[in-house]
């Protein structure tokens, strides 16, 4: 089946403005991740979520920054007010299982506020 | 103490040559033990992985030594192939939840 999918792979956004990224995971995948990573660094975790709630939010930066996973599949990455400092690929990857630890990646968004 | 340490930050190898990247962490909680491969605009992919309860695990030309006293763990590639050149990154995760990422090393496998 599909992998995981990621849209737009390119965003590019004055700062100040509001943005959304969006994820779809594999089909029935129950966990789902999102991730930020900056050019020459390794992925930093933004939030987890089990199903439809956060289950682990800790990496998210500031208020700025909100996820949703409404139906438990789909999410949307928010960032509001965007800086300079969000630019960054955005990656979000999913899991089959709770617990699961296998994470399959999708090819992430690339975020540039000017 | 979530840091998970990654060396070297750059590799250079001849093809058939065995690059060996290392990795150390802090938290003793963590459970899981992940490699990815990531090519150029594309999301990492995992390549191998290791839990605790065991010293070494090998998947074809892929090798983890995990050295839990130590708190490190390596990956070998055997007989490298220019294919391989990528950026591989080490994670460590808590019961699946929180991921933490190393640095990543940039490996170039010259023909």
């Known amino acids: 089946g599909a992998g995981v999918s990621q849209t737009p792979s390119n965003k590019v956004t004055e700062k100040g403005k509001y943005v959304e990224l969006r994820c779809d995971p594999i089909s029935g995948h129950t966990a789902l991740y999102w991730y930020r990573q900056s050019l020459g660094q390794g992925p930093e975790f933004l939030i987890y979520?089990?199903?439809?709630?956060?289950?682990?939010d800790s990496g998210l930066p500031n208020d700025r920054f909100f996820a949703v996973r409404p139906e438990g599949s789909v999410s949307t990455l928010k960032i509001q007010r965007t800086e300079r400092g969000d630019s960054a690929v955005y990656l979000c990857?999913?899991?089959?299982?709770?617990?699961?630890?296998?994470?399959?990646f999708g090819p992430g968004t690339r975020l540039t506020v000017l | 103490q979530q840091q998970v340490k990654q060396s070297p930050q750059s590799l250079i190898v001849q093809k058939g040559g065995i690059p060996i990247i290392n990795c150390a962490y802090e938290?003793?909680?963590?459970?899981?033990f992940p490699w990815y491969q990531q090519f150029p605009g594309k999301g990492p992919a995992l390549l191998i992985a290791?839990?605790?309860?065991?010293s070494e695990k090998k998947e074809g030309r892929f090798t983890i030594s995990f050295n839990k006293s130590a708190k490190q763990f390596s990956l070998h590639i055997m007989d490298s192939q220019p294919g391989d050149s990528a950026t591989y990154f080490c994670a460590a995760s808590n019961y699946g939840q929180n991921f933490v990422f190393g640095p990543g090393t940039r490996l170039s496998v010259l023909p």
């Open positions: 979520f089990q199903g439809t709630g956060a289950a682990d």
């Open positions: 938290n003793t909680a963590f459970d899981y």
């Open positions: 290791i839990r605790p309860d065991v």
């Open positions: 990857a999913s899991s089959p299982l709770p617990g699961t630890d296998t994470q399959y």
